[in-house]
């Protein structure tokens, strides 16, 4: 399985921007795919997961109710909708897929495909 994301840039605070994230290869196997990032000088951390089939959803507390995850598996990509977008969401952001699990799973090594991040900068 290969991930591909795209979508990142540079916007004010208070804007939106959509990143996508389109799987390839044997995507009958994914099944929990999520979205982190990572800031210099920090951990990686889960931003928002979604199951399978799109239903369930979990989000990290500082994007609750601005960071929308959702997925399209007939065209294989998941996406993450950010509006009201804040200098501390400034990162590279990264896809991540897995061929089992929940959106329990929240940790880097939960997660077995990456894509290769796409950086998000957000100025004041």
């Known amino acids: 399985v290969q991930l591909q994301a795209s979508g990142g840039g540079s916007v004010q605070t208070g804007g939106s921007l959509r990143l996508s994230c389109v799987a390839s290869g044997d995507i009958w196997t994914i099944d929990a795919m999520a979205w982190f990032r990572q800031a210099p000088g920090k951990e990686r951390e889960s931003v928002a997961v979604i199951s399978d089939t799109g239903i369930s959803t979990r989000y990290l507390d500082s994007v609750k109710g601005r960071f929308t995850i959702s997925r399209d598996n007939a065209k294989s990509t998941v996406y993450l909708q950010m509006d009201s977008l804040k200098p501390e969401d400034t990162a590279v952001y990264y896809c991540?897929?897995?061929?089992?699990?929940?959106?329990?799973?929240?940790?880097?090594?939960?997660?077995?495909?990456w894509g290769q991040g796409t950086l998000v900068t957000v100025s004041s």
């Open positions: 991540a897929a897995n061929k089992f699990g929940s959106v329990s799973m929240i940790g880097p090594t939960d997660y077995e495909y």
